[in-house]
Structures are given as C-alpha cells and as structure tokens.
C-alpha cells in the first residue's frame, strides 16, 4: 500500500511558475513509476507527466511539453511538477499517482488503469 499526499497547487498569474510534491509514505516510492495527472472543470481526467522509477524515462502530454517538469528524489520517497508559462488552459484540480513498475514493464505510463494509487487533489488557478 502507498499513500500518496499532493500539495503545492495555488493561485498564479499566466506566466507565472509553481511546483508540485507529491509525498508517497508506505511501501517505498521507488517501486512505482510516478505520475500526474489533471482534471478541468467539465473535462475527463487527462495525463500530464509520468516518470519511471529510476527518472531516466519522462513523458509528457503535448500541452505542456517545454514548460513543465517532472522529477523524482527517491531518497525522500517524493515526486514532483514543476510548472512554468503557467497559462489559464493549465486551471485545473492535479492528482499524483503511482503505478506498480512491474506491471507495464517498458510502456509508457499514461493511462489511469496503469495507477493504482492516487492522490487527493491539489487545485491549480491561472488568472490571465
């Protein structure tokens, strides 16, 4: 079992920059690819970023390739997004997840089935 604790989420200008954490406590971090995900007011659930247990494989969605990061420090059992050119289309409430490693064993992790733990939520707002 992990438990996973995002934080970080606020208010920011367009232009503006946040960083995401994603806390994992239980069974250790690093036995799970990491990823983010976020959901827009009347929109599905949509992949933002993942990266696998050793942080040498990132993905990212189209949308915010370029301007956002993701990372891991396994060490503190802790993932995180780092936001940049935030822009209005980028409002939306982001969850962390992490999916077992030996499941999709060489996929890329961008589909929820792929995640069996997830965060509670942490609520994004960019102000133009």
């Known amino acids: 079992q992990v438990q996973l604790a995002d934080s970080g989420g606020g208010l920011v200008q367009a232009g503006g920059s946040l960083r995401l954490s994603c806390a994992a406590s239980?069974?250790?971090?690093?036995?799970?690819?990491m990823g983010w995900f976020r959901q827009a007011p009347g929109k599905e659930r949509e992949v933002v970023a993942s990266?696998?247990?050793?942080?040498?494989?990132?993905y990212y969605s189209d949308s915010v390739k370029s301007r956002f990061t993701i990372s891991r420090d396994n060490g503190k059992n802790t993932a995180y997004l780092r936001m940049n050119s935030l822009e209005p289309e980028d409002t939306a409430v982001y969850y962390c997840?992490?999916?077992?490693?030996?499941?999709?064993?060489?996929?890329?992790?961008?589909?929820?089935?792929?995640?069996?733990?997830w965060g509670q939520g942490t609520q994004v707002t960019v102000s133009s």
């Open positions: 990266i696998s247990v050793s942080g040498s494989r990132t």
């Open positions: 239980g069974r250790a971090s690093s036995d799970y690819v």
């Open positions: 997840a992490a999916g077992d490693n030996s499941r999709y064993s060489g996929s890329y992790y961008v589909l929820e089935h792929m995640y069996e733990y």
